[in-house]
C-alpha cells in the first residue's frame, strides 16, 4: 500500500534498484488511491480513520480491558513507597513519593509519523514529536516533566540515522526542560520494516497541585492554544488521504509546503507557557489534544461530570482539505484530529482577571490562543455543535 513501501529507502540503493523502487513506490500509491476511491466516490461513503486501519472504539475497549487487568498490581504497592494515587486512563499515572509529591509516569510514540520521515529520509525532527508527546500529557496533571528515556527499534543498524533522531529528542529536550538519561536500541529485522520511535517520561508534581479536571465548574472558560499542524496522531488516515492525491515531494500551494513537509511538521511542546500559567494562575483542568481528537475532553469531564462545548476557529488548509478528500463528517474530523487546537486550558469563569492574566502570560510565552468555548452542565462533548462523544 503506498506509503507503506516506502521504508525500503530508508537505506540508499544503487543505481540499478532504483527503477524497482520507483516501480513499488508509484504501485504502492495507485493501490492507496483506489482505496480511497472505492470508499468515497464508488460507495459514497467517508473513507473513515477505521478504514484507515484504526479504530477509536475498538482501542478504547483494549485500553478498558488492560487497565481491569493491570489494577489487579496497585496492591503491590499499597501502604508503602510508590503507592498508585491515580486512576489508569487519565494523562499519567501517579505514585506517591512522600514529603507531599508525586511522580507522574506516561509513555508516548510518533506512530506512523515514522513512515514519512523514512518516504523523506528526513529523520531529525521525529524526535521533536516524540518527546513532545510524553511532555505534553505530564503537564496535563500538573505535573513539571523531568526526565525521559528513549526506545528505538530498527530494521537494522544505522548510526546516521540513529544520529539524526537522537539530534531531534535533545532539541526537544531542551526546549521541554527535561533530561534524557538512557534508552534502548533494539534490532528487529524480522519484526521491523524501517524504524519506530517511542519514550517513557517522568515529571512531579505536589499532590496538592495536581490537575485533574474534578474541579471544573459550569461556566469555566476554555481556552485553546494552537497547533503546528496535524502533530502525530491521525497519521494513517491523513497520508493515505493526502498522498492519494499529492507525491511526497510536491509543493502544494493550498499548504504552501509540499505534503511530506505538511505531515512530517513537528507537533509543539507547550510545556513552558502552560507550566508557567500553573505557578502562577488557578487553574481547572488541562488536555492535550491528540488520539482521539475532542473526544479527549471526556477524559477530564467525566471526573468533574461535566460537559463541553466549543466553537473552533477556522481549521488550518490542511484539515480542510484532508476532510474534502475523504469526504469526512465534521464528528470524524473531530474525533480524530486536533483540528488546529493542540492544547486546551480550563479556567475558573468567576474571576474574570485570572483569565486575562492567563491570556498575558500566553502572549508572553509567544503562544497563539484563543478563548473557544465553556464547561457546560450537559454531560457532552459539543464541538461547533456535533456531540463527539
Request: with cysteine; aromatic share 8%; charged share 25%.
Amino acid at each position: 500500500m503506498g506509503i507503506n513501501n516506502f521504508p525500503f529507502l530508508i537505506f540508499e540503493p544503487n543505481l540499478k534498484t532504483y527503477p524497482y523502487i520507483l516501480f513499488t513506490w508509484l504501485r504502492g500509491m495507485t493501490e492507496d488511491f483506489k482505496e480511497i476511491k472505492a470508499f468515497s466516490e464508488e460507495k459514497q461513503k467517508e473513507f473513515t480513520y477505521a478504514d484507515a486501519g484504526v479504530d477509536i472504539e475498538k482501542v478504547k475497549k483494549s485500553h478498558a480491558r488492560m487497565a481491569e487487568i493491570f489494577r489487579q498490581t496497585f496492591s503491590q504497592r499499597f501502604d508503602k513507597f510508590g503507592r498508585v494515587v491515580s486512576e489508569i486512563g487519565h494523562y499519567a499515572g501517579l505514585i506517591d513519593i512522600g514529603g507531599g509529591k508525586v511522580i507522574a509516569i506516561h509513555v508516548d510514540g510518533v506512530g506512523t509519523k515514522t513512515l514519512i520521515a523514512q518516504a523523506m529520509r528526513k529523520y531529525d525532527t521525529v524526535g521533536i514529536d516524540c518527546v513532545a508527546m510524553n511532555v505534553n500529557d505530564l503537564i496535563c496533571m500538573g505535573a513539571e516533566p523531568v526526565s525521559l528515556v528513549d526506545y528505538i527499534a530498527l530494521e537494522r543498524a544505522d548510526d546516521t540515522i540513529v544520529a539524526e533522531i537522537a539530534k531531534g529528542l535533545a532539541k526537544a529536550a531542551k526546549e521541554a526542560g527535561v533530561a534524557i538519561v538512557g534508552g534502548e536500541t533494539a534490532i528487529m529485522p524480522d519484526v521491523v520494516k524501517g524504524f519506530d520511535l517511542a519514550a517513557m517520561s517522568l515529571g512531579v508534581a505536589y499532590k496538592d497541585r495536581i490537575v485533574t479536571g474534578a474541579k471544573m465548574v459550569p461556566g469555566d472558560i476554555v481556552i485553546g492554544l494552537e497547533s503546528s499542524g496535524i502533530h502525530s496522531n491521525g497519521l494513517s488516515l491523513a497520508r493515505k488521504l493526502l498522498l492519494g492525491r499529492f507525491d511526497i515531494g510536491t509543493h502544494v500551494k493550498e499548504l504552501d509546503c509540499t505534503a511530506g513537509e505538511e505531515l512530517l511538521r513537528p507537533t509543539r511542546i507547550y510545556v513552558k507557557p502552560v507550566l508557567d500559567v500553573l505557578q502562577n494562575r488557578k487553574v481547572h483542568g488541562l488536555a492535550h489534544i491528540t488520539g482521539g481528537g475532542f473526544s479527549k475532553l471526556g477524559r477530564i469531564a467525566d471526573k468533574a461530570e461535566v460537559g463541553f462545548e466549543l466553537k473552533l476557529p477556522k481549521s488550518k488548509p490542511v484539515f480542510r482539505m484532508i476532510q474534502k478528500f475523504g469526504l469526512l463528517s465534521d464528528r470524524e474530523m473531530f474525533r480524530t484530529f486536533n483540528m488546529g487546537v493542540g492544547f486546551i486550558i480550563v479556567v475558573p469563569a468567576d474571576e474574570p482577571e485570572d483569565y486575562e492574566r492567563v491570556a498575558d502570560i500566553l502572549k508572553k510565552h509567544k503562544m497563539p490562543h484563543a478563548v473557544i468555548g465553556k464547561v457546560t452542565k450537559v454531560r457532552k462533548i459539543l464541538v461547533n455543535g456535533v456531540d463527539v462523544l
